[in-house]
């Protein structure tokens, strides 16, 4: 029955994730949307976007988790 037990694994994300689950569940679509596309939102016009809307968000945490090099890609 204990097959596989294991400790949980502590979950680090970076900025990006965390934002993502601090939102509503709509908001939270629209941003993993605008995260996702790159072509429509260079890092720099989402921060700007953001930033308007009262979130604050460095560019390049953005890009840093768009590269996979943020702490959610990490073990
Ligand atoms: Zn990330």
């Not at 939102?41 to 768009?66: N, Y």
């Given at each position: 029955?204990?097959?596989?037990?294991?400790?949980?694994?502590?979950?680090?994300?970076c900025?990006?994730?965390?934002?993502?689950?601090?939102?509503?569940?709509?908001?939270?679509?629209?941003?993993q949307?605008?995260?996702?596309?790159?072509?429509?939102?260079?890092?720099?016009?989402?921060?700007?976007?953001?930033?308007?809307?009262?979130?604050?968000?460095?560019?390049?945490?953005?890009?840093?988790?768009?590269?996979?090099?943020?702490?959610?890609?990490?073990?």
């Amino acid at each position: 029955m204990l097959e596989g037990l294991e400790p949980p694994k502590p979950k680090f994300t970076c900025k990006v994730a965390l934002l993502a689950n601090d939102l509503d569940k709509k908001d939270a679509e629209i941003f993993q949307a605008a995260i996702a596309d790159v072509r429509k939102w260079p890092a720099k016009s989402l921060q700007k976007a953001l930033k308007e809307r009262g979130v604050s968000l460095a560019d390049t945490v953005i890009s840093r988790h768009r590269t996979k090099l943020c702490r959610c890609y990490k073990d």
